[in-house]
């Protein structure tokens, strides 16, 4: 158990509709990331926050949007589902965010849009 | 630019045998990080191992054993003795300061240990 959290579990939608995924960091840890792992693009970088501000970005698409929260929980929304947006999502975390930390991650959350 | 190479998409071995997978990547700075990921079948990302650019020792931790070569800018993993709970996909990973600290992965290789 890497103490990274994230709900749902699996969440299945229809296309055109908008989801929220949920992660909450290790205790202690200031940054957040969330990652996309799909068939075709493998395991991408979508966003990173650091202590409630965002830092870096990757290939997000303008559809989704993510934020974290004073108790440092995080976001990732994701609106105008396409079929293509099938993936599994993962949040992971580390200390402060920087380059030489190991980043631990979550679960994931596995988002099938019919 | 930034890139991690795993160029074995799957192994398959019988288990007890020893199994390396392999690891090249791709980076202008002189300062990085190179880590190992598993994914079990339950779909989790377990953290195995980071090194940093500056530490060429080679690294033992039971089963688990890692030969990082900076002259061939590979970082290979071998399993020894291999069991079949060590069936996964395995990722290689690099982080470095023109990435902005995120982690970029190679394609993953699929372990399959047979009984």
């Known amino acids: 158990d890497s103490g990274v959290t994230q709900t749902p579990k699996h969440l299945i939608t229809a296309t055109g509709q908008r989801v929220t995924l949920r992660c909450s960091p290790r205790?202690?840890?200031?940054?957040v990331y969330w990652y996309q792992q799909s068939l075709d693009q493998g395991l991408q970088f979508l966003i990173q926050?650091?202590?409630?501000?965002?830092?870096a970005k990757g290939n997000i698409l303008e559809r989704f949007s993510a934020q974290q929260f004073p108790d440092l929980h995080s976001e990732l929304n994701l609106s105008s589902l396409e079929l293509g947006d099938s993936a599994l999502y993962f949040c992971?975390?580390?200390?402060?965010?920087?380059?030489?930390?190991?980043?631990?991650f979550g679960p994931g959350t596995r988002l099938l849009v019919l | 630019a930034q890139k991690v190479t795993q160029a074995q998409t799957e192994i398959s071995v019988v288990e007890k045998e020893d199994v390396t997978l392999d690891c090249v990547y791709e980076?202008?700075?002189?300062?990085?990080?190179l880590f190992w990921y598993k994914q079990p079948p339950s779909g989790e990302l377990v953290f195995l191992i980071r090194?940093?650019?500056?530490?060429?020792q080679n690294e033992i931790s039971g089963r688990y054993s890692w030969n990082f070569q900076k002259s061939t800018s590979s970082f290979n993993f071998t399993i020894t003795a291999s069991q079949v709970v060590d069936s996964a996909v395995y990722f290689c990973?690099?982080?470095?300061?023109?990435?902005?600290?995120?982690?970029?992965f190679g394609t993953g290789t699929r372990l399959q240990v047979f009984p």
């Open positions: 992971a975390s580390s200390v402060q965010g920087q380059t030489q930390e190991t980043q631990y």
């Open positions: 205790s202690g840890d200031l940054s």
């Open positions: 926050y650091y202590n409630g501000e965002e830092r």
């Open positions: 980076t202008r700075d002189t300062t990085y990080y």
């Open positions: 090194r940093n650019s500056f530490d060429e």
């Open positions: 990973a690099l982080s470095d300061k023109y990435n902005t600290d995120k982690l970029i």
